[in-house]
């Protein structure tokens, strides 16, 4: 699955605002500085803190 560039290009980490980076396994956008996962559920990105996962130990779900 691949974003829209320039919704790629807009989000940000809701949690400290920095970049995210486009993973395809398990599929989501991750925060490099905060090691976490936001993950595409239904080709939607879930930008929820509560919902993000632990990266790079991510179990799969």
Do not use: N, T
């Not at 560039?5 to 807009?10: D, E």
């Not at 996962?53 to 991510?58: K, M, Q």
């Amino acid at each position: 699955m691949s974003l829209d560039p320039f919704l790629q290009s807009i989000l940000v980490c809701p949690k400290c605002k920095g970049d995210l980076a486009m993973v395809e396994e398990p599929e989501g956008l991750v925060c490099p500085a905060c090691q976490l996962l936001y993950p595409i559920r239904e080709d939607i990105p879930v930008m929820l803190v509560e919902e993000a996962l632990p990266y790079p130990s991510v179990d799969a779900r």
